[in-house]
């Protein structure tokens, strides 16, 4: 079992910045790629950005050049550094994991078998 706790979201302005965070614990060993997707009301989950635990990395085309995933694994944490916010990035955001499965980029979202709880992310215009 794997535990996922994210946490770092809140309100921010247009052109702002956030960070968020995901703490792992549990069976992390087994741990492989690591995701953030986010769910906007009334909208499907997507995907963000991806990372292996070799640190290959995978980006959403909506936040390519403004968001940027990291891992480390020593902390068991990976992070979303989020700048140049926009409206349209207003959402609830989730980490998740994949365990015993699924060690690459752009996993499909069926693949992640562990989910945080999420944590809101607004941001003003």
């Known amino acids: 079992q794997v535990q996922l706790v994210e946490s770092g979201g809140g309100l921010v302005q247009a052109g702002g910045s956030l960070r968020l965070s995901c703490a792992a614990s549990?069976?992390?060993?087994?741990?492989?790629?690591m995701g953030w997707y986010r769910q906007a009301p009334g909208k499907q989950r997507e995907l963000v950005a991806d990372?292996?635990?070799?640190?290959?990395?995978n980006y959403a085309d909506s936040v390519k050049g403004r968001f940027t995933i990291s891992r480390d694994n020593a902390k068991n944490t990976v992070y979303l550094q989020m700048n140049s916010l926009k409206p349209e990035d207003t959402a609830v955001y989730y980490c998740?994991?994949?365990?015993?499965?699924?060690?690459?980029?752009?996993?499909?979202?069926?693949?992640?078998?562990?989910w945080g709880q999420g944590t809101q992310v607004a941001v003003s215009s």
């Open positions: 998740a994991a994949t365990v015993g499965r699924a060690a690459w980029v752009g996993v499909r979202r069926d693949d992640y078998n562990y």
């Open positions: 549990g069976s992390i060993f087994s741990i492989n790629t």
């Open positions: 990372i292996t635990s070799g640190g290959s990395t």
